[in-house]
């Protein structure tokens, strides 16, 4: 497995050996706790020729190993479209540290999308493990139906945009998800961090510059948002830098 080297010491780390925290972790009271997993270039963009695909070997094996530890991997339609977004636990190792926790053997699935509007020939709908497209209750019956028929289940939360807290608490109440890892997009992560629901971020900082036109933050926001992030733990590797950061919100 691909290392990294932390800041402050000296000798390599295997990836699959950080962050063992977040499995078995608590939830944020009546919600679970939700961490963010991104990737931006040295000059902020979040998107390279439309998709994610700015990491190293690293940085992808990493985000494997993240969503490992989690109960559910949440992301947006966008996302979805733009990815083939697959959240399932491969490794032997891994499977054997999620039943120590007594955890599921694969993380739920979920993608936003308000009027459940999703590329069903992308590889997520075919996974053997639980599909979850959260809408809201202005997505059709037909675009339900079709997306019940390709195997996931439909939740609708809010009446014109999907209800971000209300989802995470349902989460919580009917899927025991205590610990949700959201991989974006940049649109998304800005309704979190407007409703305030993210608790930590773990960002790669990738060392190369696209300078794409019209390529996204790794945040979009509609707002102006005051959000900080405290370090926690950094990491180099391959070219880039790992870091887990503890969000607080200003008051």
């Known amino acids: ?22 499995l078995g972790g608590e939830a944020e009271g009546d919600r679970p706790h939700v961490a963010l997993n991104m990737v931006v270039s040295a000059d902020g963009r979040a998107t390279l020729a439309g998709t994610a695909d700015i990491g190293s070997r690293t940085d992808r094996a990493l985000l ?10 949440l992301i947006g339609a966008g996302t979805l479209r733009a990815n083939d977004f697959t959240p399932r636990v491969s490794s032997r190792e891994a499977m054997d540290r999620r039943e120590l926790a007594a955890r599921p053997p694969q993380p739920l699935g979920i993608v936003v999308s308000r009027l459940g509007d999703v590329p069903l020939d992308r590889k997520f709908f075919a996974l053997p493990q639980e599909r979850l497209v959260a809408v809201s209750e202005r997505a059709g019956e037909a675009a339900r139906e079709r997306v019940r028929k390709a195997g996931a289940t439909v939740v609708a939360f809010g009446a014109s945009e999907v209800d971000l807290p209300a ?21 998304l992560v800005g309704q979190l961090l407007r ?14 510059v696209t300078a794409e036109p019209g390529a996204l933050s790794w945040v979009e926001s509609e707002a102006a948002l005051d959000v900080r992030l405290e370090p926690r733990e950094s990491y180099e590797g391959d070219g880039e830098r790992y870091g887990r950061f503890r969000v607080t919100y200003s008051r």
């Open 1 to 22: 497995m691909p290392e990294v080297r932390p800041l402050s010491a000296e000798g390599a780390v295997d990836v699959t050996s950080l962050y063992i925290d977040l």
């Open 64 to 73: 494997r190993h993240l969503r490992s530890l989690a109960d559910a991997v």
């Open 167 to 187: 989802l995470l608490r349902w989460l919580l109440r009917e899927r025991d998800v205590r610990v949700v890892l959201c991989e974006g997009g940049p649109h």
């Open 195 to 208: 409703a305030r629901l993210i608790d930590e971020v773990f960002l790669t900082q990738a060392w190369r």
